[in-house]
């Protein structure tokens, strides 16, 4: 057994470096993560009661269902925004109301994007609405630096309410819907605040820059027409039907989508749709990729042999207390990027599983994997949104995690004390 801890734990640490060396990418490092986990715990490829065909491989590729229909059709929902003009109409009135001031530019897109994120999010919305806004904060006067860090702070807290991203830790975990979305408030207020006083401080005591940003994005701002005031309360509908009145997620962004079709009644609605459903699918393949390896990892380190091989192990790091609590999480909530065990995209998804299945209360760690996640969702640089705001920028992709890395941290700690005295450990 001595042997085969060290066989999964070298695997795991294998396909760490070679992620963060960028030798292997995320989407093929889950599912041979998963088939080398059960090789080494000895489960048979073909045959009996588990094994890695079947089980592993085939029932894996299943097991986040409910997490991937919900992010197909969230980038659907904002597909559809994005073809109306709900998002565009948004920005601009945005950027009408805060004026040209460093500040109050910076906080209004904050806050809108946020709203914009919790719709909907991922690359292709991060890239829409990236290269309105970032021109926008950098000829107001803001570093590019600053700019990019606004639509990553956003950007992280969108997701924390995203109904799409809910979806993975009900599948991981196996919480009721309700539960995951009661304690969304906890996990994102600490980032909402901090994200606040770095805007501010960033603004204040950053340097300062006020250039013109020739962008196609711009002229198209100012050239399309804007849809009705009414139809701009669009992307909170699903994220009120889900929070609110505990609607499934799927139905609730039909629902968004249908009354987003209402308010806004776009002159080719069909074409809308079906051009949206397309696009949304294509933009999400890549997540929904990453989806079908953590199943499959899901589904390797919850067998029966791999339990046992690595129950000992993990109710060694189960936190017992409220301290231990928030200084193993906290103080390990780096280990979120570069796709590590902190990370409920990567190798995290199956250590808070087995942390869940070896005692810890499942809600103590859905929360305390959620707020490691705002790491993960801000400072990563292997996100591909990173990457794109770096490029776009033209700034180190490193240079934002050194920026933010430690400011997240502090509102992954103070999300985690405020959850050791709310959550029984």
Not at 214 to 221: E, I, Q, S, T, V
Not at 398 to 417: A, D, P, Q, R, Y
Request: hydrophobic share 60%; net charge positive.
């Amino acid at each position: 057994m001595t042997l085969q801890i060290i066989g999964i734990l070298g695997l795991f640490a294998l396909m760490v470096a070679l992620m963060m060396a960028r030798k292997l990418p995320t989407l093929l490092a889950l599912p041979i993560m998963a088939v080398g986990i059960a090789f080494i715990a000895g489960i048979p490829f073909k045959g009996g009661e588990f094994s890695i065909t079947a089980d592993v491989v085939e029932a894996g590729a299943m097991r986040m269902s409910t997490a991937i229909a919900g992010l197909f059709f969230g980038g659907f929902f904002g597909k559809v925004l994005s073809k109306v003009g709900v998002t565009r109409t948004i920005i601009r009135k945005a950027a009408e109301m805060a004026g040209d001031k460093p500040l109050p530019i910076a906080l209004v897109f904050l806050v809108v994007c946020s709203i914009i994120f919790a719709a909907s999010n991922g690359l292709g919305m991060i890239i829409l609405v990236g290269t309105i806004i970032v021109p926008i904060m950098i000829s107001a006067g803001l570093s590019p630096m600053v700019a990019g860090t606004v639509l990553l702070l956003a950007n992280g807290i969108g997701v924390n309410f995203s109904v799409s991203t809910l979806a993975v830790y009900i599948d991981v975990l196996g919480l009721p819907q309700e539960t995951v979305t009661s304690y969304s408030l906890l996990c994102g207020i600490p980032l909402i605040i901090v994200a606040l006083v770095m805007i501010i401080i960033f603004t204040k005591f950053g340097n300062k820059t006020r250039k013109a940003w020739a962008m196609p994005a711009a002229g198209d701002l100012s050239s399309e027409k804007n849809v009705r005031s009414i139809a701009l309360i669009s992307p909170i509908i699903p994220v009120v039907l889900v929070f609110v009145w505990h609607l499934p997620l799927v139905s609730s962004i039909i629902i968004g989508i249908l009354v987003t079709l209402i308010l806004a009644t776009p002159k080719n609605a069909v074409q809308v749709i079906s051009s949206a459903f397309v696009e949304g699918i294509q933009e999400t393949a890549g997540a929904a990729a990453l989806m079908i390896g953590i199943g499959m990892v899901l589904k390797a380190v919850m067998a029966p042999e791999v339990a046992t091989v690595l129950e000992p192990l993990i109710k060694g790091i189960i936190p017992t207390n409220k301290l231990l609590f928030i200084l193993i999480f906290g103080v390990l909530s780096p280990l979120a990027i570069y796709r590590g065990p902190l990370n409920v995209w990567g190798l995290g998804s199956g250590i808070v599983a087995l942390l869940a299945a070896s005692g810890m209360n499942p809600i103590a760690a859905m929360v305390a994997l959620r707020l490691d996640s705002n790491v993960q969702a801000v400072c990563d640089p292997t996100n591909s949104h990173n990457v794109w705001v770096a490029d776009f920028t033209k700034t180190d992709v490193n240079e934002f995690t050194k920026k933010t890395i430690i400011w997240i941290m502090v509102s992954t700690f103070v999300g985690l004390i405020a959850a050791s005295f709310i959550i029984t450990l």
